[in-house]
């Protein structure tokens, strides 16, 4: 921390010879060649890792390589939060102590996708038991919550912005709380020093980056629905602009309360009073208690795993859907040549995209939180009926019709179809330490920027929008409707393939339901299709969930849609803006075992034990050593 106080007794006179000391509320500098400098030195003081390790990541993204490294690796979406991640292994911290340094940073450099107001779910593979372990910190409805939450006084479903803007959407946070819980469990470092890189940042400044200033300029009208979101986000009326030095003292006092009294700092005491106030205050709003806050646990769930071709991919359970929905995508692959077919053929996409079909109908149907519904987890992943779903895609034609399936379960009880929206806005930590552990955790506040009320310096969920706004359907209950207590379905689908015991793949990604896809691609296009594990991220997407083919507007996909459409889909060209950040592992990488790349190539022999990859559609970056 010496280092700090050197670098502020720098920067201080500086800015005030700007005319920029720092005011009761948070400021932005304007001046770019002074915000460059402060930024660098703010950079190098406060995280200790040389920025020249964060150029090197960026050039072998940019050129279509993975990272390498031998010890240890961290993959995640902001360049800032993989330094801080980086230098808790380079000093011998877990993964667990990582996450926690990581996930600091990213709710402050990248406020819109995840952050304290938020939830997750995690994955964790120990290195000295081989154990894999998943924790849910969902977040909660309130207990005053009913089925109606989301539905007008005639009964009828709200508008999905009519439902996120204020405090009706917020569900209790789970993130504070999965960090502590994970550091208790695996970590080695001391609990206040993974929060001094974030602190750090946060009172010297960083550079607002591209993506969030892009997205702020285009989420203005909501954001200026909140007093405090609209003085952060938007100071004297004007978005923040790319590079503009951000300073958010509010974010540090809150990280400082967690630092020094653990997650119970969060969610009793002042930050949870400020919490509830602001979730009450307003039009739209909300009814969390400080007994809701207050009685918040993570879970330990049963993970869902999956054989597909000798590796063993193992997901997050119900309340997520995304374990259950990437293994029955593989799982009716299972019999069919992908291989053969390869990445570009659209009968490959046929099959990827109707398996994808009828796992989301299944999904619909069948998906909640199983502490109140009874789901049939094992029936949906069960062999003979995964590879009966995968009889219907037999054909060489788009299926006409796609109904959910009759898994087998201990409750004979069916659900009606729901009316669920879930938006694309959340971020993705894979991390392997050098201790053999690996960590998949998907964070998220949901809809970009969440419920647009901040509070201590951090943006609270929307997250109760991922319940159905429906409560029955043709008289039949929704398993996924709105209940006191209850944690709503989700797509994040963080997930570590292992071979023989052990991990060598860890990946997952933001993309709202799409999420789905884009894991399960990937994991096709790294064992399936002999791609490095950056290729495996890069590949153009194309997605399947409801019928429609989706196809990833300006990339190669787009050749594949007169085949597709011809095969009977509607297809549909736009952004499918995913951050996939993954990292694979030894001999097994399939790239490397098959000696071949994606177009076939041969690939020399790579002594890394660890390679890294990041999504090229979002600003993030894979560290190693």
Known sequence: MQRIFALLFWILPVWASHGWAQQASDRVAPEAAVQSAVQSAVQSAVLGVDAPEVAAAQARKAAGLPTEGQDWMISVANPLAAQAGARVLAAG????????????????????????????????????????TSLDARETAPLSAT????QDAEGKPLKFFE????GRSVGVPGVPALMEEAHKRWGRQAWPTLFEPAIGLAEAGFAVSPRLAGLVARDQERLATHPQTAAYFLPNGVALAE???????????????????????????????????AVSAGANRGDLSLLDLAAYKVKERNPICMDYRGFEVCGMGPPSSGGIAVAQILGMLAPFDMTGLGATSAQSWRLIGDASRLAFADRGRYLADEDFVPVPTTGLVERSYVWQRAELLKGTRALDAVEPGNPKWDHAMDWGVEATFEQA?????????GYGNALSMTSS????????????????????????????????????RVEPGKRPRSSMAPTIVRQNGKPVLVLGSPGGSQIIGYVAQAIIGWVDWGMTVQEAVAQPHLSNRFGTFEIEAET???????????????VKMGEMTSGLQAIALGEADAAIARGVGAAGQANPARPARLTGGADPRREGVAIGQ
């Open 93 to 132: 911290g877990t993964a667990a102590d990582a996450m926690v340094a990581a996930q600091a940073v990213l709710g402050l450099v990248e406020p819109q996708s995840s952050g304290l107001g938020g939830g997750a779910f995690l994955l964790w593979h120990d290195g000295a038991t081989g154990k894999i």
């Open 163 to 166: 439902a996120v803007l204020g």
């Open 243 to 277: 590079g503009s030095v951000l300073i958010a003292p509010h974010y540090a006092k809150t990280l400082r309360i967690l630092a020094e009294e653990g997650a119970a700092g969060f969610y009793t005491g002042e930050i949870a009073r400020e919490i509830v106030a």
């Open 147 to 150: 089925p109606k939450l989301f």
């Open 445 to 480: 506040i949901e809809n970009a920027f969440g419920s647009r009320v901040m509070v201590a310096g951090f943006l609270l969920n929307n997250q109760l929008t991922d319940f159905s706004f429906s409560s029955q359907n043709d008289g039949v209950p929704v398993a996924n």
């Open 425 to 433: 806005s959340t971020t993705h930590l894979s991390i392997v330490d």
């Open 556 to 570: 190669s996909a787009v050749a594949l849609a007169p085949e597709l459409e011809g095969l009977g889909y509607q």
